[in-house]
């Protein structure tokens, strides 16, 4: 049991990289945490958004392997908002306090709809250049829960998490993703009522992504094959909404692949960012890309304005 906590990467990961906590609203109990790492010179980072089970350290197999490759990555955890006009103002609000006019943002489940939030909230001064959306979903009635999304807030913490929970695989899964999930309980026993009604409430508040505010920005779509908390329906939604997104498919890798299935999730990161090497929008210290591979990247731009 819980294997990934005691393991030498995860530990190593905690005792590298500090977790800042940043207050941006008035209200000082709204507390943003967060991992920063890799070169600060880079103004367009990767930022990772958990699911509603999530910490900011579920993304640790990434920060690692990223900041390796010279990539700047911050991972974030939310302070409580009840609503997602109140989330995207203060999200906004965070990245002015960190000095990032545009970043990439990853977003796992709810954090990839919150980040498809956040875009359409800033079309018309854009803060998202790219978007990676990993088991996400574009529309919250697929949860049949738009009823109960006001009552959250009055639910013992026993009883939200027995919720998120049942969401969880509970059918036979291979060792890595056994650890995965047990990782992922963990975390959730760490958060505290007001965090997980706020974010169960965000997770199913009636609302919908208006595609038209962000069809410009360039999306991956990552998910799985096997089993997960979405359905079939709303994953062919999300290509229905973004029809010349990239596609990322894992044939295995339940709701967790950024833990379970890393090394194929750090793949697919890293060809989503590869399209903004050379650019003032890459996520990556130029003197770790090779002259061999920005000549590539040049030539694969020219052929696909040719295209156009």
């Not at 596609?247 to 060809?271: D, M, W």
């Amino acid at each position: 049991m819980g294997e990934i906590k005691v393991s030498p990467d995860y530990n190593w990961f905690r005792s590298t990289v500090p977790l800042k906590k940043i207050i941006v609203d008035d209200d000082d109990s709204k507390i943003w945490s967060l991992y920063d790492a890799g070169p600060r010179n880079i103004r367009c980072p990767l930022i990772f958004l958990p699911p509603v089970s999530g910490t900011a350290d579920v993304f640790f197999r990434q920060i690692l392997a990223l900041t390796g490759w010279g990539y700047r990555v911050i991972a974030l955890q939310y302070p409580v908002y009840w609503d997602h006009l109140e989330f995207c103002d203060g999200f906004r609000k965070l990245l002015d306090h960190l000095q990032l006019d545009k970043v990439h943002l990853f977003g796992a489940s709810l954090g990839g709809f919150l980040a498809q939030k956040f875009a359409e909230y800033t079309h018309k001064s854009p803060r998202v250049h790219s978007l990676i959306l990993c088991n996400s979903f574009s529309d919250t009635s697929i949860f049949n829960q738009t009823w109960t999304a006001n009552s959250f807030w009055l639910m013992p913490s026993f009883m939200l998490k027995k919720i998120v929970l049942g969401n969880f695989s509970s059918g036979p899964v291979d060792p890595v993703m056994a650890d995965a999930i047990d990782f992922m309980v963990d975390r959730l026993e760490s958060l505290g009522q007001s965090e997980l009604a706020s974010r169960l409430t965000l997770n199913c508040q009636n609302s919908y992504v208006e595609p038209h505010k962000i069809r410009d920005i360039p999306v991956t779509i990552m998910d799985v094959f096997d089993q997960s908390a979405l359905s079939t329906e709303a994953k062919e939604e999300m290509y229905k909404l973004y029809p010349n997104a990239r596609r990322a498919h894992l044939k295995t890798g339940g709701n967790f692949p950024y833990l379970c299935r890393s090394a194929e999730v750090n793949l697919y990161v890293q060809i989503h960012l590869l399209q903004f090497h050379g650019t003032k929008y890459a996520a990556i210290d130029p003197s770790m890309v090779s002259a061999e591979e920005l000549e590539v990247q040049k030539g694969n731009l020219s052929i696909s304005q040719e295209e156009q």
